[in-house]
């Protein structure tokens, strides 16, 4: 591990069970993305079972199509502003 927390959170290499430094190992015949082993202080290793991505600071609704999205609903909504305003301005004189 290369960092370790019981309080935070953080994306990529870290363990809230393990300490810093703790090491892991592949498994022969068994994919990273099932299992690894955990060398435990004593030197027992532990099959470590993957159940699935960490995502803690990826927020679900902010991913690439929805950022476009709102950049293309306030692009539109400038563009009918300005349209309004530029249909009042002419309306007057």
Same mark, same amino acid.
């Given at each position: 591990?290369? !960092?370790?927390? /019981?309080?935070?959170?953080?994306?990529?290499?870290? !363990?809230?069970?393990?300490?810093?430094? =703790?090491?892991?190992?592949? +498994? #022969?015949? *068994? !994919? =990273?993305?099932?299992? +690894?082993?955990?060398?435990? #202080? /004593?030197?027992?290793? *532990?099959?470590?079972?993957? #159940?699935?991505?960490? =995502?803690?600071?990826?927020?679900?609704?902010?991913?690439? /199509?929805?950022?476009?999205?709102?950049?293309? +609903? =306030?692009?539109?909504?400038?563009?009918?502003? *300005?349209?309004? *305003?530029?249909?009042?301005?002419?309306?007057?004189?």
């Amino acid at each position: 591990m290369t !960092s370790y927390s /019981d309080m935070e959170q953080y994306r990529g290499n870290f !363990s809230n069970a393990y300490r810093e430094g =703790t090491k892991y190992f592949s +498994i #022969e015949g *068994i !994919s =990273t993305e099932e299992a +690894i082993a955990v060398q435990e #202080e /004593d030197g027992r290793f *532990i099959k470590a079972h993957r #159940e699935g991505e960490y =995502t803690y600071g990826e927020n679900e609704y902010w991913d690439e /199509d929805s950022v476009f999205a709102s950049l293309m +609903i =306030t692009v539109l909504g400038l563009l009918l502003v *300005i349209f309004v *305003i530029g249909y009042f301005v002419k309306k007057r004189n």
